[in-house]
């Protein structure tokens, strides 16, 4: 199911669907492992507007 997600055309048709990022042949990645994952990767920043 996640093969392809490897074409950015396909992975740009990303929607939420209950919180969730979803694409339309139905993957899913759940938003507490997604957050774990990119936390874990020192990728999550916040903008803190002053």
Do not use: H, Q, Y
């Not at 093969?3 to 048709?13: H, I, T």
């Not at 139905?26 to 938003?31: E, R, T």
């Amino acid at each position: 199911m996640a093969d392809p997600l490897r074409d950015p055309a396909f992975f740009a048709r990303v929607f939420l669907e209950d919180g969730a990022p979803t694409w339309p042949n139905g993957f899913d990645a759940a938003p507490g492992w997604l957050r774990r994952e990119i936390e874990a990767a020192g990728a999550l920043s916040r903008d803190v507007a002053a």
